[in-house]
């Protein structure tokens, strides 16, 4: 399997604080995407970060990108309550083709 | 997302029986995807098309099926549905250069 993880699975935090999750992929990318996940709804893209690219910021987003590493970062800075969620990272993989998607990493922001 | 829809939203099936998961778009996007998320795995790639008349296996292809019926609608079938097929199964779209892709509000399959 292609699928990378994310890390922490869970992580729980106090409104105000960051929040820094990790992933770790396996093969060659084009680009490294996060999504987001509201529970038992539907993804919602939040970066992308291409391969050329070691860091990316969106907002309150901040991403990094390791490719000799084989891992991301994603933080959430001043986290709000509305940021719970899972928050999941996607590969493109060695052809393009196809994304493959970590595990995922539960985030609660307690107010 | 309103502009990806999946249906039926919620199914309670039993073993053996055959179900259809049908995804619409109106979005203009020429590729689409079906997933499933099971608990702790995150999600895996069932099947993907590029256009009408590509479809290509994914990841864990076996005991599917799918049909790219127009450019907006691509279903997935459960021939023979298995316990083991309980999940929650995600349609996304991408198109043109953009490669983000668009989910829909998932369909929670139970296998009986």
């Known amino acids: 399997s292609q699928q990378g993880e994310e890390d922490p699975q869970a992580l729980s935090i106090q409104e105000g604080e960051n929040a820094t999750m990790n992933c770790s992929y396996k093969?060659?990318?084009?680009?490294l995407q996060w999504y987001r996940q509201n529970s038992g709804r539907g993804l919602v893209h939040l970066i992308l970060?291409?391969?050329?690219?070691r860091e990316k910021h969106s907002g309150r987003l901040r991403v990094t990108l390791d490719t000799s590493k084989k891992s991301s970062s994603l933080l959430i800075t001043a986290s709000r309550a509305a940021d719970t969620a899972s928050y999941f990272c996607?590969?493109?993989?060695?052809?393009?083709?196809?994304?493959?998607f970590g595990t995922g990493t539960s985030l609660t922001v307690i107010p | 997302d309103a502009d990806v829809t999946q249906t039926p939203r919620n199914r309670i099936t039993k073993t053996g029986k055959r179900i259809m998961l049908e995804c619409s778009q109106t979005?203009?996007?020429?590729?689409m995807y079906w997933y499933r998320q099971d608990p702790g795995l995150g999600l895996r790639l069932i099947y993907y098309?590029?256009?009408?008349?590509?479809?290509n296996k994914g990841e864990i292809s076996d005991g599917y099926s799918v049909s790219r019926q127009a450019q907006a609608k691509f279903s997935l079938s459960l021939e023979s549905a298995i316990p083991n097929q309980t999940a929650l199964y995600f349609c996304?779209?991408?198109?043109?250069?953009?490669?983000?892709?668009?989910f829909g509000p998932g369909t929670r399959l139970l296998v009986l």
């Open positions: 970060i291409r391969s050329n690219e």
């Open positions: 098309s590029f256009d009408v008349k590509d479809i």
């Open positions: 093969t060659s990318i084009n680009n």
């Open positions: 996304a779209t991408s198109g043109g250069w953009e490669e983000t892709q668009y």
């Open positions: 996607a590969t493109d993989g060695s052809t393009g083709n196809q994304f493959y």
């Open positions: 979005k203009g996007h020429d590729r």
